[in-house]
């Protein structure tokens, strides 16, 4: 008698598959065989049946069992004879496909294994350079489930070859960028190759328009000009930063480096002549560059893993390659905050403007926490004379209410078991508070806490227990 999934009749292909939308129902079917059946159907079913057999097919490999019995049965060629069979494929036929070989995968090593020699490239490749974005997001999905667990890394190195499975992932990037659509998989799947492995150059350089002066994907690379698909690319992962921090067993090194690169190429290339109003996104790619370079570095020194302690703190290899003295360089060259500048009669003409508003804040919240619980990152600012310069950034800014916080906090930091650099406060106050120019045009100074032994600022010529001025006291932002 034939198999009722070897029916061609509609009525009854819609019974099977509400059959297989629950668990009762598809013990049942596995126990009558109807996997085999409806694979041996797919490459020969009217366009009428394909969709519907091929849900059948997804919703019975949710289990192991029929995992096993897909590979069993030539499922993969069975799938594969779909896109050869002359039918035009619909997104909704893709997308279907891309499920089935998704679930399939879930089950272990030798399904992912197999998934990946039966589709990888070419197929991987074609679909890819559909350009449509609901079926890119189910083929991260699989990709992404390929490229995990055992024999993960290894997949994912081919993916990121180039001549071979780069291209798919370019295409992915370049069809999310235009609608900004950030799916979880493709989170995931780009934290894997450009967070957590080396392939972030590489990745950032080929989404580029122009070529770069150096060709090589290490961190010596130069731009010149940026594009929207490379913004796109450190939005994205400066967000699975933070939304996901806890997936992140490790930050390669090479991505904390080639990120520094990025910002240091950015400053060089925004026009520091005029300002932008926006406190974001913006339509110039440079600045929108420079601004995530920031968000990035600033969650990379505020990462942690506590899991294993030998595991390298990429904030040591951002420290080696010079951040500290970039961020320094960046506030010495600022012009004073606006408040500031408002209460001095003459400041250098060689100052320049924040490129982007709130850009002295971003570069004293990547020193905040680059100093959290550093104390060679605290020596070095002391040796590198930076603690003054620090000390000034404990202001109003009336372009950024945050920045007096995010100074405060770099002070605690900066302060924090350190004895030294207390010592170094307490000579710069010779008994004294301490007044810098700029403060004292305003009226206001820095002291220590005989308490706490944290810097406070007061009003210059009135003290007051609930002084207003207050900004930091008692180890407590105010």
């Given at each position: 008698?034939?198999?009722?999934?070897?029916d061609?009749r509609?009525?009854?292909?819609?019974?099977?598959l509400?059959d297989?939308?629950s668990?009762?129902?598809?013990?049942?079917l596995?126990?009558?065989?109807?996997?085999?059946a409806v694979l041996?159907?797919?490459?020969?079913s009217?366009?009428l049946?394909?969709?519907?057999?091929?849900?059948?097919?997804?919703?019975l490999?949710?289990?192991?069992?029929?995992?096993d019995?897909f590979?069993?049965?030539?499922?993969?060629?069975?799938?594969a004879?779909v896109?050869?069979?002359?039918?035009?494929?619909?997104?909704?036929?893709?997308?279907?496909v891309?499920?089935v070989?998704?679930?399939?995968?879930?089950a272990g090593?030798a399904?992912k294994?197999?998934?990946?020699a039966?589709?990888f490239?070419v197929?991987f490749?074609?679909?890819?350079?559909?350009?449509?974005p609901?079926?890119c997001?189910?083929l991260?999905?699989?990709?992404?489930t390929?490229?995990s667990?055992?024999?993960?890394?290894?997949?994912?190195g081919?993916l990121c070859?180039e001549g071979r499975g780069?291209?798919?992932l370019?295409?992915?990037?370049?069809?999310?960028s235009?609608s900004?659509?950030?799916?979880?998989?493709?989170?995931?799947?780009?934290?894997?190759?450009c967070?957590?492995?080396?392939y972030?150059?590489?990745v950032?350089q080929?989404l580029?328009s122009?070529?770069?002066?150096d060709?090589s994907f290490?961190?010596?690379?130069?731009?010149?000009?940026f594009?929207?698909?490379?913004?796109f690319?450190?939005?994205l992962?400066?967000?699975?930063?933070?939304?996901?921090p806890?997936?992140?067993?490790?930050?390669?090194s090479?991505f904390a480096?080639?990120?520094?690169?990025?910002?240091r190429?950015?400053?060089s290339?925004?026009?520091?002549s005029?300002?932008?109003?926006?406190?974001?996104?913006?339509d110039?790619?440079a600045?929108?560059v420079?601004?995530?370079?920031?968000?990035?570095?600033r969650?990379?020194?505020s990462?942690?893993?506590?899991?294993?302690?030998?595991?390298e703190?990429?904030a040591?290899?951002?420290?080696?390659a010079?951040?500290?003295?970039?961020?320094?360089?960046?506030?010495?060259?600022?012009e004073p905050?606006?408040?500031?500048?408002?209460?001095?009669?003459?400041?250098s003409?060689?100052s320049k403007v924040?490129?982007?508003?709130?850009?002295?804040?971003d570069?004293?919240?990547v020193?905040?926490?680059?100093?959290?619980?550093?104390k060679?990152v605290?020596?070095?600012?002391?040796?590198?004379?930076?603690?003054?310069?620090?000390l000034?950034?404990?202001v109003?800014?009336?372009?950024?209410?945050s920045?007096?916080?995010?100074?405060?906090?770099?002070?605690?930091?900066?302060l924090e078991?350190n004895?030294?650099?207390?010592?170094k406060?307490?000579?710069?106050e010779?008994?004294?508070p301490?007044?810098?120019p700029?403060?004292?045009?305003m009226?206001?100074r820095?002291?220590?806490?005989q308490e706490?032994?944290?810097?406070?600022?007061?009003?210059?010529?009135?003290?007051?227990e609930d002084?207003?001025?207050?900004?930091?006291?008692?180890?407590?932002l105010?």
């Amino acid at each position: 008698m034939e198999n009722p999934a070897a029916d061609d009749r509609l009525e009854v292909v819609l019974a099977l598959l509400d059959d297989s939308r629950s668990r009762h129902g598809r013990a049942r079917l596995a126990a009558e065989g109807a996997l085999p059946a409806v694979l041996r159907c797919l490459s020969s079913s009217p366009a009428l049946l394909l969709l519907p057999r091929l849900c059948i097919t997804v919703n019975l490999c949710c289990e192991r069992p029929n995992q096993d019995a897909f590979l069993e049965a030539g499922g993969l060629d069975r799938i594969a004879s779909v896109l050869l069979s002359g039918h035009q494929i619909s997104a909704e036929i893709l997308q279907t496909v891309l499920q089935v070989l998704g679930n399939v995968a879930l089950a272990g090593e030798a399904h992912k294994a197999a998934v990946w020699a039966r589709f990888f490239p070419v197929w991987f490749r074609e679909i890819a350079a559909m350009r449509n974005p609901v079926v890119c997001n189910s083929l991260c999905k699989v990709l992404n489930t390929c490229c995990s667990a055992t024999g993960g890394r290894r997949r994912l190195g081919e993916l990121c070859e180039e001549g071979r499975g780069l291209p798919i992932l370019l295409d992915i990037v370049n069809t999310m960028s235009p609608s900004c659509r950030k799916e979880i998989c493709l989170y995931f799947l780009l934290g894997k190759a450009c967070i957590k492995d080396i392939y972030f150059n590489l990745v950032f350089q080929r989404l580029s328009s122009v070529n770069t002066l150096d060709d090589s994907f290490g961190a010596n690379f130069t731009y010149k000009l940026f594009t929207k698909e490379q913004v796109f690319l450190l939005r994205l992962l400066s967000y699975h930063l933070i939304a996901w921090p806890d997936v992140l067993d490790t930050i390669s090194s090479y991505f904390a480096l080639g990120v520094l690169q990025l910002l240091r190429e950015a400053y060089s290339v925004v026009d520091a002549s005029s300002l932008s109003i926006s406190a974001g996104l913006t339509d110039d790619l440079a600045i929108n560059v420079l601004w995530c370079s920031f968000y990035i570095l600033r969650d990379i020194c505020s990462w942690k893993d506590h899991s294993s302690s030998a595991l390298e703190d990429p904030a040591d290899s951002l420290l080696s390659a010079g951040l500290l003295q970039l961020l320094l360089r960046y506030l010495r060259e600022l012009e004073p905050s606006n408040i500031v500048k408002n209460h001095t009669l003459q400041t250098s003409t060689d100052s320049k403007v924040c490129p982007y508003k709130g850009f002295r804040r971003d570069v004293v919240s990547v020193l905040c926490n680059f100093l959290h619980g550093r104390k060679q990152v605290q020596d070095e600012i002391r040796k590198q004379d930076g603690i003054p310069l620090l000390l000034k950034q404990c202001v109003v800014d009336d372009c950024d209410q945050s920045l007096r916080q995010w100074g405060s906090l770099s002070i605690r930091y900066l302060l924090e078991g350190n004895l030294e650099n207390q010592y170094k406060v307490a000579e710069l106050e010779q008994k004294e508070p301490i007044i810098t120019p700029e403060i004292a045009q305003m009226g206001l100074r820095v002291e220590i806490d005989q308490e706490s032994q944290c810097p406070k600022m007061v009003k210059a010529y009135q003290e007051q227990e609930d002084d207003p001025c207050q900004y930091y006291a008692n180890g407590q932002l105010t």
